[in-house]
């Protein structure tokens, strides 16, 4: 791992990078597909590690092998870990993590989860208002700047609507939703719609880009890594090799569904 610590990130990095070994050690064992994610995979091609000023880590799973994860994790996943599920994003630390329920959270990985888009597009605008809302039923904690008046209204009102339910009705609500395409065998593209507001309706990747799996490395060790990365990493940040502007080096948690 990179020494220079000039974005104030390398504790953080250090904290998370032998979360990621166990994860990946645990996969392997129990024959579960994963790959690193947005800006963790972004490293592995660009930096061959840590983004400099990023302190999180991303992985993703297809629906199949999100499911055997879970459900093997609740059978052995090593006693120090947990998985932690407070809005639509699951994400993994330690037990002991300090700063797990802070906001946004720090020291956790996100789990995020391939799922198929439903080939007819009236169902997939569907789709996509009612995880929209089901996000703003589900958040605790908003930021509104940034947001046009009527998304303000918007999240206030769905905001104050999901406080009448239990968070577990709306998280399984928002997993069944997530899950519509997948019996389309119509369907020929994926979205991750356990990420950001913005991104459920705009990211979409072809099928076949989850067809493979291939070892990546990152900061000296091997992890999984989807076969269609560069397809991922193009449609997600365009010209991904190209290093962004000073002032746009910062780390961005958006993802996590605190702001937009």
Same mark, same amino acid.
Request: proline share 3%; charged share 25%; aromatic share 16%.
């Given at each position: 791992m990179d020494i220079n610590n000039e974005y104030g990130t390398l504790q953080m990095q250090q904290y998370l990078l032998p979360i990621l070994i166990?994860?990946?050690?645990?996969c392997r064992e129990n024959d579960i597909k994963y790959s690193l994610s947005d800006?963790?995979?972004l490293g592995a091609v660009r930096h061959k590690g840590f983004i400099p000023w990023d302190d999180d880590i991303d992985i993703t799973f297809d629906r199949e092998n999100f499911?055997?994860?879970?459900?093997?994790?609740? +059978?052995?996943?090593?006693e120090e870990y947990e998985i932690i599920h407070d809005i639509w994003i699951r994400r993994i630390t330690r037990k002991d993590n300090p700063k797990k329920n802070s906001f946004p959270p720090e020291g956790c990985i996100d789990l995020f989860i391939f799922d198929k888009v439903p080939h007819d597009k009236i169902q997939e605008k569907w789709q996509v208002f009612l995880l929209k809302t089901l996000q703003g039923m589900l958040k605790t904690n908003i930021?509104? +700047?940034?947001?046009?008046?009527?998304?303000?209204?918007?999240?206030?009102?769905?905001?104050?609507?999901g406080k009448i339910l239990p968070r577990?009705?709306?998280?399984?609500?928002?997993?069944?939703?997530?899950q519509w395409g997948n019996r389309d065998i119509r369907a020929d593209t994926i979205?991750?719609?356990?990420?950001?507001?913005?991104?459920?309706?705009?990211?979409?990747?072809?099928?076949?880009?989850?067809?493979?799996y291939i070892d990546i490395?990152? +900061?000296d060790h091997t992890f999984m890594g989807i076969a269609g990365w560069d397809i991922f990493l193009s449609t997600m940040?365009?010209?991904y090799m190209k290093m962004p502007d000073m002032n746009a080096r910062k780390t961005n948690h958006e993802h996590v569904g605190m702001k937009e």
């Open positions: 166990d994860i990946d050690k645990f800006g963790t995979l499911r055997k994860f879970i459900k093997t994790a609740e +059978e052995s996943l090593p930021i509104y +700047e940034g947001f046009s008046v009527q998304k303000k209204a918007m999240l206030f009102a769905t905001h104050t609507m577990k009705v709306k998280q399984g609500w928002y997993d069944a939703v997530s979205a991750r719609f356990n990420g950001s507001y913005s991104g459920i309706d705009h990211m979409r990747y072809p099928l076949y880009v989850i067809d493979s490395l990152f +900061e940040y365009d010209e």
